[in-house]
């Protein structure tokens, strides 16, 4: 029994928790939690669940848009994110 509680409690952790754990440059996942934070702060109307988050590699920076559902016109939130220090450099809504 010991031995299966860390592993069910392991289980049900997400990914994104369990793998920055263990890189020492900043995740996807991590650079997902800055630009969400940013969004719900700057733009509380967009749902992000409904337009899930996109994470590019752009050289010095990372970039973060969203994904609109088929069948929609409109434009997502944008998060220009530094590399080395994780500040949202920029941000902007598409159109």
């Known amino acids: 029994m010991r031995m299966l509680l ?4 392991l ?3 997400p990914s994104c928790s369990v793998a920055d754990r263990w890189v020492t440059t900043p995740s996807k996942c991590t650079v997902m939690r800055v630009a969400e934070r940013h969004i719900a702060l700057h733009y509380p109307q ?11 590699d752009d050289g010095d920076t990372w970039l973060v848009y969203y994904k609109l559902p088929e ?5 997502t939130p944008e998060v220009i994110i ?7 450099l920029r941000a902007y809504h598409t159109q």
Request: glycine content about 10%; proline content about 10%.
């Open 71 to 75: 069948d929609t016109l409109g434009g």
């Open 11 to 13: 289980a049900g952790m």
């Open 6 to 9: 860390p592993m069910v409690l």
């Open 46 to 56: 967009f749902d992000s669940i409904e337009s899930p988050p996109i994470v590019k």
């Open 82 to 88: 530094d590399k080395r220090s994780l500040k949202v």
